[in-house]
């Protein structure tokens, strides 16, 4: 159950990350400390490689060494980007991989450690297919992970203009179109007539 904690601990850790890197992307062009907000993201990605190195190096821990090593390398080559600085897809991929990896050995634990570990895992929202609507199936792709850009927290960009379609009588209609048009109300009218 401690190993599991400390795992899921360190997977939130780096999603935060994930997000963080995400809006310094967003914010490249705009934000004056760009650089040292950087430099501050790969610092804190090497503090929680750090805590993986010491769960590998724990002899008590359950999960193998070689399981995680993995997951501290994609996390370094992480901190090697920031530290360029560099936010783009790249660094969000290998950031991705790691969450991923964690991901596969903390449902691996989970299954040892019983039904009720799963129930908690999935409230956390850890594994495939925990999200309303998405697939149980789990399984793997063979398509890379992709940057959407926009922010994750859902909030707006930018004021968009757009043309209003319905109810915009000024607009006049081409030749045939009023002909078609006035042919089938007339044919309506005469209809009714008819009756």
């Keep these: 159950m401690k190993a599991l904690m400390a795992l899921m601990q360190i997977r939130q850790q780096e999603d935060a990350l994930r997000d963080r890197t995400g809006v310094l992307d967003q914010q490249r062009s705009t934000d004056q400390h760009y650089n040292e ?4 993201t790969a610092n804190q990605q090497e503090e929680v490689r750090a ?3 010491k769960l590998r190096s724990a002899p008590e821990f359950p999960v193998p ?7 501290s390398k994609a996390m370094q080559e992480t901190t090697a980007l920031l530290n ?3 936010t783009g897809d790249l660094t969000i991929g290998t950031e991705t991989d790691a969450v991923n990896m ?3 050995i903390i449902l691996a634990q989970a299954k040892k ?3 009720g570990m799963s129930s908690l895992m999935r409230m956390m929202g850890v594994g495939h297919g925990n999200t309303p609507g998405g697939s149980t199936a789990g399984g793997d792709t063979d398509k890379p992970n992709i940057h959407v850009s926009g922010s994750r927290s859902g909030a707006v960009d930018e004021a968009r203009h757009v043309v209003q379609a319905a109810g915009n009588g000024g607009a006049p209609l ?3 179109f009023r002909e078609a048009i006035q042919n089938y109300q007339r044919a ?3 209809e009714g007539k008819s009756k």
């Excluded at 060494?65 to 997951?71: F, I, N, Y």
Aim: charged letters at 40%; a negative charge.
């Design 174 to 176: 081409p030749a045939e």
């Design 65 to 71: 060494s070689e399981s995680l090593a993995p997951v």
């Design 37 to 40: 907000e950087t430099r501050d």
């Design 188 to 190: 309506i009218e005469q």
């Design 84 to 86: 360029k600085p560099d």
């Design 102 to 104: 964690l991901d596969e």
């Design 113 to 115: 450690s019983g039904k």
């Design 51 to 53: 805590g993986v190195e």
